[in-house]
């Protein structure tokens, strides 16, 4: 897991160098924090032979973090709803919701092996909190 | 900064005092403890304050979940104090906002529990 302190690190200094404010700040950081661990612990299953990989990038229009992971693939569209009433009480699940509610843009990309994700802060928005 | 947990009983409420973080690895594992062990001696009262909290992810948010329901289960009340902004708006977003009695000052909370 120290693979997610290190990435979480980098994407914090790039949005605070990027000027973003400090609630915008922690928004970026927890949705790349959210989904380097899904790579690590859900893409990669802890296996220490199986890397992460990691680019984070600033435009003059938006932040951009692509986290792929070397994992069996993850099929968004079946992650189930962590708003609905049945699973509202569960302990795991929020990962990937948090993560689309924190940031601009989410795309998924199916590597062989493995999943990209694709977070995108738009440097001239501000998404309001939910 | 890692998860710091320290307790107290206030008019026979158990307090939990958190500080730090509570995510994967780093707090998560605490917490679960802490409640276990307050479950395992028949605790009823639980009051979480999460005011020194600086950051909490997925894992910590369904910890909290997690812990809630397990003192439902067994009969007690868990409620969540002091909340900043930032979880705040992680329990908006997750409408856990609803699940949880969250208290804004200590001694309502302690008011709010059973006798």
Do not use: W
């Not at chain 1, 690590?40 to 938006?62: C, F, M, Q, S, W």
């Not at chain 2, 868990?78 to 930032?86: F, S």
């Amino acid at each position: 897991m120290e693979s997610v302190g290190r990435v979480e690190a980098a994407a914090e200094q790039l949005a605070r160098d990027a000027g973003l404010k400090e609630d915008e700040i922690f928004r970026v950081t927890m949705a790349v924090h959210e989904a380097v661990v899904n790579a690590v612990l859900h893409g990669n299953a802890y296996d220490p032979d199986k890397r992460i990989h990691a680019v984070l990038e600033r435009t003059t229009e938006a932040l951009i973090f692509k986290i792929c992971d070397q994992g069996n693939g993850l099929k968004p569209q079946e992650i189930p709803d962590p708003l609905a009433a049945e699973n509202l009480l569960r302990g795991t699940g929020r990962g990937i919701f948090l993560i689309r509610s924190l940031m601009d843009e989410v795309n998924f990309r199916q590597l062989e092996p493995g999943t990209e994700i694709t977070l995108i802060k738009h440097l001239n928005s501000t998404k309001p909190a939910a | 900064m890692s998860l710091k947990l320290s307790s107290r009983v206030v008019d026979g409420v158990s307090i939990l005092d958190l500080s730090g973080r509570i995510t994967l690895g780093e707090g998560s594992v605490q917490l679960r403890e802490a409640i276990r062990d307050l479950g395992s001696k028949g605790v009823k009262s639980i009051l979480l304050n999460l005011g020194d909290v600086n950051y909490i992810d997925s894992s910590g948010i369904g910890e909290l979940v997690s812990a809630f329901t397990s003192i439902k289960n067994q009969g007690g009340e868990l409620k969540l104090l002091n909340l900043n902004k930032k979880i705040y708006d992680l329990l908006q977003i997750t409408k856990l906002y609803t699940v949880f009695d969250v208290k804004e000052d200590e001694a309502t909370a302690i008011a709010s529990f059973p006798k």
